[in-house]
């Protein structure tokens, strides 16, 4: 509920550069306020909107949403505002000379007559000037910022839309409240259709229709396919919009104009919609991709069958494995596939060492920072995360992460070879495909039977299906019976796996709360004895979702205690020593390594580290990786427990043992997939606690939703015209 406060500023006590402020009001009785308030100054009159919160370490504090402030009246208030720091040069023993001689008249003078304060003993023409400049420019702020606010953004909103859109800011969006989707953070079409409304921009307005639609897009890829069905789509939008369907067709149209969206023809009767970028990232990679299978393959290698069958160490490789080593350096591009233990590490360590022996250089890469890790213990070679291999790098004003290595600056190397590939999106392989210098090859290698990246797209799936690309699939595993990659197999084929105590365990239990119980005392148990411990479950929320067993987990092995500080957002509570994980990409975010003295930025989704204290509402994270990162309350958004996160989260990891959790029913999106994902991430054991009923329907359930994508249709499509198959 939203409560109000009125006082006098007294104070600032903090301010950051994006306007994040902590002041101290004179109200009723003194209070401290917290929030986005970029500008405040003491002596200020002002109303506070928002709550009172208790702060475990500060007390009682009132935490803003919007605010109204006013020039004070109150004379010892004016000598307070105007000797508050933003005026160069006037402190205190002038600003209460100016006030006894101009009295209530002093914001007057400044304003329209200023060179009348030279009168007064120390004011020189110049300071005159500045105090004339420096007020202009707080009204003018003052102006913006209480504009927005009055149209419904709260006041973090408003500074980031001030930031975005200059001086205009209040102008542009009372025009169109929809850029702010485009340029303030965190604000999603609901809240401009919200501010739109609010303001009085009508139902039907283009803006409005045009953004609606844009967003089903959006929603379209955030849940993995590029592209929607026209016939969906329209009356979709109508509906959510409460608009009339030639409406939406009409705004539709005009998109397409703008060349935002783009309109194919896929099926006879029927068109499909893609956001630009998503049709622009598909039709490339195919694009590339066939280009570089059709262009000439790289110079052959004397003796390539000596040096395969040099390869063989300790035991010989099977013909499979000979046809994955040759095909990976006979090719400017293939893909290798198989599941655990099928020997990728293996063909993977015989083609570096082939084209090493050549003098050729190899980059390693993964999609997430531990898969790169894994690679490169595994290789015994560096290994980046693509991120890193493409030299991203952070465009303020777009909010957006770009690379350096690009077409027109590739990456040094003669043969990129990509690891964990099912989880590369469509936006990060075409990216990774722009950089990749003329005449490298590439190699991906990957388990096609693991979940589908997070991002949108089937990259691995839709590659492997069009046959365009050369493609060898592992299928002979070199693992004991009794494994755990004989249990994931079993999984995928639909068999319940051989359970023993020793490498999958499966324990029985009756209510959620035994599950929660047993699971936390063995994550307590391994953690104590230093095992590489992690839990995984389905989902997030429920009382078993990830949200739950990470605050019951921390209360276990972190527990409270005096002196340990600790800051609740939100339903999510830090506290001193915890693991936490980045649960978003932000290319911004500063960091600092105390050990080799080197600063950067970004931080990515899957990065994981350990709070190493919290002071003033800012939390201090120290990643695996050695980076250290100061998170404001604001940004807390970013960080998670990790203590326990979704098996989603876990792609791409490896640990000792993994914790999983099994009661949620006979639910749709319990697959096969999903589990066999899940148990994949174990080097040693699986123990999973809850419903056999569940694990039984898991492994019965081999449904995958569909993504709706073009690649292996456009990878064919090219590969028929090159070979002169079409007109
Ligand atoms: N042809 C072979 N003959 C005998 N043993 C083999 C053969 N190929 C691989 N192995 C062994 O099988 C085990 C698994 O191989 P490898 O680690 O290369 O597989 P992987 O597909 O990378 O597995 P994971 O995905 O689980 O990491 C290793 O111990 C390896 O030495």
């Not at 290789?379 to 790098?393: D, F, K, N, P």
Request: proline share 3%; with cysteine.
């Amino acid at each position: 509920m939203n409560e109000e406060l009125e006082g006098t500023v007294v104070s600032i006590i903090y301010e950051s550069a994006d306007g994040y402020t902590v002041a101290e009001i004179e109200a009723e009785e003194p209070t401290i306020v917290v929030g986005n308030m970029p500008g405040l100054k003491p002596g200020e009159r002002t109303r506070f909107f928002g709550m009172f919160k208790n702060h475990a370490k500060y007390g009682t504090q009132f935490a803003v949403q919007s605010y109204e402030s006013a020039l004070p009246h109150d004379l010892n208030d004016i000598v307070l505002f105007l000797a508050g720091g933003f005026i160069k040069g006037l402190g205190e023993v002038l600003a209460t000379r100016i006030v006894e001689e101009f009295g209530e008249d002093t914001f007057e003078v400044i304003e329209k007559d200023h060179r009348e304060l030279t009168r007064i003993r120390g004011v020189s023409r110049r300071l005159a000037d500045s105090v004339h400049e420096a007020m202009k420019e707080y009204a003018r702020k003052k102006y913006v910022y209480s504009d927005l606010m009055g149209m419904g953004l709260t006041a973090r909103q408003a500074t980031a839309a001030a930031a975005a859109l200059g001086d205009d800011a209040a102008r542009l969006v009372r025009e169109n409240p929809y850029i702010l989707i485009e340029h303030v953070r965190g604000i999603d079409f609901l809240t401009a259709d919200r501010i739109a409304l609010h303001i009085g921009v009508g139902e039907n307005s283009p803006f409005r229709i045009k953004n609606g639609i844009l967003n089903v897009l959006q929603k379209v890829l955030a849940q993995g396919s590029t592209y929607v069905r026209r016939k969906q789509l329209i009356p979709h939008v109508a509906k959510n919009l409460n608009v009339a369907e030639p409406e939406v067709n009409r705004a539709l149209l005009a998109l397409a104009l703008a060349k935002d969206v783009v309109l194919k023809k896929y099926y006879p009767d029927q068109q499909v919609v893609f956001l630009a970028s998503a049709y622009r990232a598909e039709t490339r990679c195919a694009a590339r991709l066939v280009a570089l299978v059709k262009t000439s393959a790289p110079d052959s290698i004397k003796n390539l069958d000596r040096l395969v069958k040099k390869q063989s160490g300790a035991f010989s490789l099977t013909d499979e494995q000979e046809s994955a080593v040759r095909a990976a350096v006979e090719n400017r591009v293939c893909v290798i596939t198989g599941g655990p233990g099928t020997g990728k590490t293996t063909i993977l360590k015989a083609v570096l060492n082939i084209l090493g022996g050549l003098g050729l250089t190899c980059s390693l890469t993964a999609p997430t920072g531990r898969a790169a890790k894994r690679m490169q213990e595994m290789a015994g070679t560096q290994a980046a995360t693509i991120h890193r291999l493409l030299e991203y790098s952070y465009d303020e004003d777009e909010y957006n992460c770009y690379f350096r290595r690009n077409e027109e600056n590739p990456v040094e190397a003669n043969a990129v070879i990509v690891d964990e590939v099912s989880m590369l999106d469509v936006f990060l392989f075409h990216n990774l495909l722009k950089a990749l210098p003329e005449g490298a090859r590439l190699i991906l290698v990957g388990d096609a039977d693991q979940l589908p990246s997070v991002g949108p797209g089937n990259v691995m799936g839709d590659i492997i299906d069009s046959g365009v690309v050369p493609c060898v699939k592992l299928t002979r595993r070199f693992r004991n019976a009794g494994s755990i990659a004989d249990a994931a197999y079993d999984i995928l084929s639909g068999k319940v796996p051989e359970l023993c105590d020793d490498s999958f365990e499966f324990r029985e239990c009756s209510s959620v709360d035994e599950v929660r119980e047993l699971l936390c005392a063995e994550y307590e148990a391994y953690a104590k004895k230093g095992v590489d411990v992690q839990l995984i479950a389905p989902i997030k929320r429920t009382d078993l979702g990830t949200i739950a067993l990470n605050s019951a987990i921390r209360e276990r092995v972190n527990p409270p205690k005096t002196g340990k500080a600790e800051i609740t957002f939100g339903d999510r509570t830090f506290r001193e020593g915890d693991r936490v994980m980045q649960i978003k990409n932000n290319y911004a975010r500063e960091w600092r390594d105390d050990t080799s003295l080197t600063l950067g930025e970004g931080v990515f989704n899957g990065d994981i580290g350990t709070v190493a204290g919290i002071t003033a509402g800012t939390v201090d994270v120290l990643f695996e990786d050695m980076k250290r990162c100061e998170y404001e309350t604001m940004a807390l958004s970013e960080l998670d427990g990790a203590y326990a996160y979704t098996i989603h989260k876990s792609q791409g990891s490896e640990f000792d043992v993994i914790l999983m959790p099994m009661m949620y029913g006979a639910q749709p999106f319990l697959t096969r997939n999903l589990l066999y994902t899940g148990v994949t991430r174990a080097k040693r054991k699986v123990l999973v606690a809850g419903s056999m009923r569940t694990f039984e329907h898991m492994i019965g359930n081999a449904w995958q939703g569909r993504r709706a994508t073009v690649l292996k249709r456009e990878l064919m499509y090219l590969d028929r015209l090159t070979n002169g198959q079409m007109e």
